[in-house]
């Protein structure tokens, strides 16, 4: 028995060597492996040339002095011969076998106490001044050379000449062109990936929360409340949106200077504080009535569009305060492009965090109302109003779906875009409202989770490359175009990251705050920040070290940084000025890896 256990497990463990034998096989032929190729000796002799221009870095040079060495020579020999006047064999010189010869002979040049292990032309100079280069010779260690040329066919009857051309180094050594475009390029790459990093990390912390497992999968409300936060979702989003627009237009429509801009922004300040004072007391001594009530929310809106209007005016005068100052600080100018820039994102950016901010309003007050209708109605009425409220939320949410569609790949048919979403959507939400019962928990969370971690997958599958491509069609070539791509991939990869760790802290803590009643938010803030927070940092420095490395590639699509200049001297196979590249990449990539151990192991 035990033989046969023993002859089964060899000759299982002999088709598993056979299998990976004939995987790795057919892995050799689909990469196309030709060693003949690698002892090819023009392949060699390539290699060759590119390691030695890859091992001498053009990073300084010096001021060349061009030394120039004639000696006479005949072409024929005139009759009895020629011989020159004897030269200082002490100092730098060469010599022909003969000082004379017939056109096409072929003759052996020497030369002596020239500079080591340089290379030069050596030519013929006629009468005409035309230069006809013979050839070129590179001395040894020793300052000497041999070689053999052939005499130009140009025969005259006056003496002509042939020449030596080396140059020699004088002055003090400096850096070159390539070495200061490589600085320039190298802190370019180091401060666009980190922006990038930045920007992904900001994003990428709060919606790390959506995609945590242990996090999201208590989070359930009955079909009604889903139903009403659906559907007022993109009422609060158009509602923001168009608030956010209005102020917009306001803003443009007064800003006429600055002077008027400090002015709107005192007086709108001054009266929305005014509004919170009496809209938000610090105390009632009774209960307000229904009509108070009301008029306090529409305060509060109004509270909302005056911080709006008044942070569109705050965008504008900060782009005034810093265009003007970028002309005025010299060298420090850039200073006040970043404040006006600054600005001019607060002012892009308003109308899409109102948009966002109606849509958490609304959604809020749809899960109130939706909590209160299953306190005051019966059962029969809570079943009819999950049919009803989950065939408008599928309605509105497939027409939604399919405009995004149609956006994309213009379809443009009521019947396909309008008519078959609607009927599917209010069909999905009849159904959905049947087979939940009113009050049992609809797992919204594991809906959020699976979705947002759909989106981290897809955006980390699309490599940073073709993002870049992209980028670069919208803002144009450059480091900015690299800095978005690069931070859109970075927020897909910590999210994911940031996620996992979360679903691995521990769970003491966290029942410990809800023991005490917290809500979710004060759960998070008090028992799952303080596990986080170490991981975190070591995440974003290592995705900063990251960046700075992705950054080489992402200059090959025009994206900025190192990997464009990189790029063109691979291109015109300047490997010497490639070099410098590479070696500044690996300098500055050995320097973050040892700065973010350094911070590591203070803060983690």
């Given at each position: 028995?035990?033989?046969?256990?023993?002859?089964?497990?060899?000759?299982?463990?002999?088709?598993?060597?056979?299998?990976?034998?004939?995987?790795?096989?057919?892995?050799?032929?689909?990469?196309?492996?030709?060693?003949?190729?690698?002892k090819?000796?023009?392949r060699?002799?390539?290699?060759?040339?590119?390691?030695?221009?890859?091992?001498?870095?053009?990073?300084?040079?010096?001021?060349?002095?061009?030394v120039?060495?004639?000696?006479?020579f005949y072409?024929?020999?005139?009759?009895?011969?020629?011989?020159?006047?004897?030269?200082?064999?002490?100092?730098a010189?060469?010599?022909?076998?003969?000082?004379?010869?017939?056109?096409?002979?072929k003759?052996?040049?020497?030369?002596?106490?020239?500079?080591?292990?340089?290379?030069?032309?050596?030519?013929?100079?006629?009468?005409?001044?035309?230069?006809l280069?013979?050839?070129?010779?590179?001395?040894?260690e020793?300052?000497n050379?041999?070689?053999?040329?052939?005499i130009?066919?140009?025969?005259?009857?006056?003496?002509?000449?042939?020449?030596t051309?080396?140059?020699?180094?004088?002055?003090?050594?400096r850096?070159?062109r390539?070495?200061?475009e490589?600085?320039d390029?190298?802190?370019?790459?180091?401060?666009?990936?980190?922006?990038?990093?930045?920007?992904?990390?900001?994003l990428?912390?709060?919606?790390?929360?959506?995609?945590?497992?242990?996090?999201?999968?208590?989070?359930?409300?009955?079909?009604?409340?889903?139903?009403?936060?659906?559907?007022?979702?993109?009422?609060?989003?158009?509602?923001?949106?168009?608030?956010?627009?209005?102020?917009?237009?306001?803003?443009?429509?007064?800003?006429?200077?600055?002077w008027v801009?400090?002015?709107?922004?005192?007086?709108?300040?001054?009266?929305?504080?005014?509004?919170?004072k009496?809209?938000v007391?610090p105390?009632?001594?009774?209960?307000?009535?229904?009509?108070?009530?009301?008029?306090?929310?529409?305060?509060?809106?109004l509270i909302?569009?005056?911080?709006v209007?008044?942070l569109?005016?705050?965008?504008?005068?900060?782009?005034?305060?810093?265009?003007?100052?970028?002309?005025?600080?010299?060298?420090?100018?850039?200073?006040?492009?970043?404040?006006?820039?600054?600005?001019?994102?607060?002012?892009m950016?308003?109308?899409?965090?109102t948009?966002?901010?109606?849509?958490?309003?609304l959604?809020?007050?749809?899960?109130?109302?939706?909590?209160?209708?299953?306190?005051?109605?019966?059962?029969?009425i809570?079943?009819?109003l999950g049919?009803?409220?989950?065939?408008?939320?599928?309605?509105?949410?497939?027409?939604?779906?399919?405009?995004?569609?149609?956006?994309?790949?213009?379809?443009?048919q009521?019947?396909?875009?309008?008519?078959?979403?609607a009927?599917?959507?209010?069909?999905?939400?009849?159904?959905?409202?049947?087979?939940?019962k009113?009050?049992?928990?609809?797992?919204?969370?594991?809906?959020?989770?699976?979705?947002?971690?759909?989106?981290?997958?897809?955006l980390r599958?699309?490599?940073?490359?073709?993002?870049?491509?992209?980028f670069v069609?919208?803002?144009?070539?450059g480091?900015?175009?690299g800095?978005?791509?690069l931070?859109?991939?970075?927020?897909?990869?910590?999210?994911?990251?940031y996620s996992e760790?979360?679903?691995?802290?521990?769970?003491?803590?966290?029942?410990?705050?809800?023991?005490?009643?917290?809500?979710?938010?004060?759960?998070?803030?008090?028992?799952v920040?303080?596990?986080?927070?170490?991981p975190?940092?070591?995440f974003?420095m290592y995705?900063?070290?990251?960046?700075?490395r992705?950054?080489?590639?992402?200059?090959?699509?025009g994206?900025?940084?190192?990997?464009?200049?990189l790029?063109?001297?691979?291109?015109?196979?300047?490997?010497?000025?490639?070099?410098?590249?590479?070696?500044?990449?690996?300098?500055?990539?050995?320097?973050?890896?040892y700065?973010?151990?350094?911070?590591?192991?203070?803060?983690?």
């Amino acid at each position: 028995m035990k033989n046969s256990k023993s002859a089964l497990r060899s000759i299982g463990l002999g088709l598993a060597i056979l299998f990976a034998l004939v995987t790795y096989a057919y892995g050799f032929k689909v990469t196309k492996v030709n060693l003949e190729e690698t002892k090819s000796e023009r392949r060699q002799t390539q290699l060759i040339r590119i390691l030695r221009a890859l091992a001498k870095p053009d990073i300084v040079e010096f001021d060349k002095e061009q030394v120039k060495l004639e000696i006479p020579f005949y072409v024929p020999c005139p009759e009895g011969g020629f011989e020159p006047e004897v030269v200082d064999k002490t100092i730098a010189h060469f010599e022909p076998e003969a000082y004379c010869a017939d056109p096409g002979t072929k003759m052996i040049f020497r030369g002596s106490n020239f500079e080591p292990n340089v290379k030069g032309p050596i030519n013929f100079l006629p009468p005409s001044g035309v230069t006809l280069g013979m050839g070129i010779f590179e001395t040894d260690e020793n300052g000497n050379f041999e070689i053999t040329v052939t005499i130009p066919r140009r025969p005259e009857t006056e003496i002509q000449y042939i020449e030596t051309v080396t140059s020699k180094n004088v002055g003090e050594p400096r850096f070159t062109r390539t070495a200061i475009e490589t600085w320039d390029k190298i802190i370019e790459t180091v401060f666009l990936a980190l922006l990038a990093t930045t920007l992904g990390t900001l994003l990428a912390v709060p919606l790390s929360f959506f995609a945590a497992r242990n996090l999201m999968k208590d989070v359930t409300s009955p079909i009604i409340v889903v139903s009403l936060n659906l559907i007022a979702i993109p009422i609060g989003i158009v509602l923001g949106g168009s608030g956010a627009t209005w102020m917009r237009d306001l803003s443009n429509l007064i800003a006429v200077n600055g002077w008027v801009i400090l002015l709107s922004i005192i007086v709108g300040s001054v009266v929305a504080y005014g509004l919170f004072k009496w809209a938000v007391p610090p105390e009632e001594l009774e209960p307000a009535s229904g009509k108070i009530r009301f008029v306090r929310s529409l305060t509060l809106v109004l509270i909302t569009l005056i911080s709006v209007f008044v942070l569109f005016m705050v965008s504008k005068l900060m782009i005034i305060i810093g265009t003007t100052a970028s002309g005025k600080l010299g060298g420090f100018g850039f200073l006040g492009s970043f404040f006006a820039d600054i600005g001019d994102i607060l002012g892009m950016i308003m109308v899409l965090v109102t948009a966002l901010l109606g849509a958490g309003v609304l959604s809020g007050i749809g899960g109130k109302t939706g909590n209160l209708l299953l306190k005051k109605f019966t059962p029969q009425i809570h079943r009819l109003l999950g049919i009803i409220f989950g065939g408008i939320a599928g309605v509105v949410w497939f027409l939604i779906i399919m405009g995004g569609i149609n956006w994309v790949y213009q379809i443009n048919q009521p019947l396909i875009v309008r008519t078959i979403p609607a009927i599917l959507g209010a069909i999905t939400g009849i159904i959905l409202g049947t087979i939940y019962k009113p009050k049992a928990p609809v797992p919204i969370g594991m809906a959020v989770y699976l979705i947002s971690r759909t989106i981290f997958n897809v955006l980390r599958s699309i490599e940073a490359l073709v993002m870049a491509i992209v980028f670069v069609v919208w803002v144009g070539i450059g480091p900015f175009a690299g800095s978005l791509a690069l931070a859109l991939h970075t927020i897909a990869a910590l999210a994911k990251l940031y996620s996992e760790q979360v679903e691995s802290i521990m769970t003491g803590p966290i029942e410990a705050v809800s023991a005490t009643g917290a809500n979710r938010l004060q759960t998070i803030v008090y028992a799952v920040i303080p596990q986080i927070i170490p991981p975190y940092i070591s995440f974003t420095m290592y995705r900063w070290d990251i960046n700075v490395r992705m950054s080489t590639i992402i200059g090959f699509a025009g994206g900025g940084g190192i990997g464009f200049l990189l790029q063109q001297n691979i291109n015109l196979l300047n490997y010497r000025a490639a070099s410098v590249q590479m070696l500044a990449i690996a300098v500055v990539v050995a320097s973050m890896d040892y700065i973010s151990s350094k911070i590591r192991e203070r803060i983690v």
